[in-house]
């Protein structure tokens, strides 16, 4: 029985990763939100997020760092203008690994209403991290990496917001 348990979540691991790459492909191939140097919205995210509260933090960040080189695999190279490692840290390992940490947040209830919080707070962490990027290694004034990262991060965050909750009241979350 155990074993069939362990199978099952690897099959959910490869079920969520091939979902991330799906929604950010078509987030690429359709142009939401695409900016020129990179950067578009996150519908791949949604992926990272929903496994996250549905198989726990562990395999959430393990699906946020499977992520990364199926990103490059099938839709978009990967290069930093200058410190290539720093930049792929804080460009890669940090914001889709991060997004796996999501269920380690307390959700904040108000009233009937349940806000997941740890949607809210790894996005910030995300948009935080491209922010620092693009002012330190793309030399980019502060405000500018704000203003850039914001356009399409900001529309990321209200979608992740909206469609977590509605996905996981679907979803059995079974994490046994």
Not at 29 to 42: A, E, I, R, V
Not at 82 to 106: E, M, S
Not at 163 to 174: A, E, H, K, T
């Amino acid at each position: 029985m155990k074993r069939d348990r362990i199978v099952l979540r690897l099959v959910f691991i490869a079920l969520y990763s091939a979902l991330f790459i799906v929604l950010d492909y078509a987030a690429h191939t359709f142009g939401f939100f695409t900016m020129p140097n990179g950067g578009s919205l996150g519908l791949g995210t949604l992926a990272i997020l929903i496994a996250a509260y549905h198989l726990g933090w562990k395999e959430g960040v393990l699906v946020g760092l499977i992520s990364i080189p199926l990103q490059f695999m099938i839709v978009q190279p990967w290069f930093t203008p200058t410190w290539p490692l720093v930049g792929f840290v804080l460009d890669y390992i940090l914001p889709f690994g991060i997004y796996g940490l999501a269920p380690l947040f307390k959700d904040l209830k108000i009233g009937k209403l349940s806000i997941k919080t740890g949607v809210i707070i790894t996005n910030l962490i995300r948009f935080g991290s491209h922010v620092v990027v693009g002012a330190l290694l793309w030399n980019v004034t502060w405000l500018g990496s704000v203003i850039y990262n914001g356009s399409y991060m900001l529309p990321t965050l209200i979608l992740g917001v909206i469609l977590v909750p509605l996905i996981l009241s679907r979803l059995p979350l079974n994490r046994k």
